[in-house]
């Protein structure tokens, strides 16, 4: 049974930093990709980033590129987002997504990707104040 729980949402100030973790059981962890979606008050849900584990391939969206890294711990089964210059846009509910196939590219795949999932964690809430 796949297990996703995310944890490491809060608050935080503008331009301040925030690292998530995902911690994911039930699968064969080095095989897939990890991704993060996001879903703020009244907005729908936005693909955020993936990481492929096989080949440590990563994706972002456009409005969190050059800000936000994603990585991931083997050893932990554990992918990370690091989350630097936060804006009050980045408030969301996060979760992760997995197992993952392939990291999705373009809304559309992310948009399949959603979804597609069966599973999903309770989310971290990451809150930016301005």
């Known amino acids: 049974e796949v297990q996703l729980v995310e944890s490491g949402g809060g608050l935080v100030q503008a331009g301040g930093s925030l690292r998530l973790s995902c911690a994911a059981s039930?699968?064969?962890?080095?095989?897939?990709?990890i991704g993060w979606f996001r879903q703020a008050p009244g907005k729908e849900h936005e693909g955020v980033s993936c990481?492929?584990?096989?080949?440590?391939?990563?994706t972002y969206a456009d409005s969190v590129k050059g800000r936000f890294t994603i990585s991931s711990d083997n050893a932990k089964n554990t992918v990370y987002l690091q989350m630097n210059s936060v804006t009050p846009e980045d408030t969301a509910v996060y979760y992760c997504?997995?197992?993952?196939?392939?990291?999705?590219?373009?809304?559309?795949?992310?948009?399949?990707?959603?979804?597609?999932?069966?599973?999903w964690g309770e989310g971290t809430l990451v809150t930016v104040s301005s």
């Open positions: 990481i492929s584990i096989r080949d440590g391939h990563t």
């Open positions: 039930g699968f064969t962890f080095d095989d897939y990709a």
């Open positions: 997504a997995a197992p993952l196939v392939y990291c999705p590219v373009d809304r559309s795949t992310w948009s399949k990707t959603y979804y597609a999932m069966d599973t």
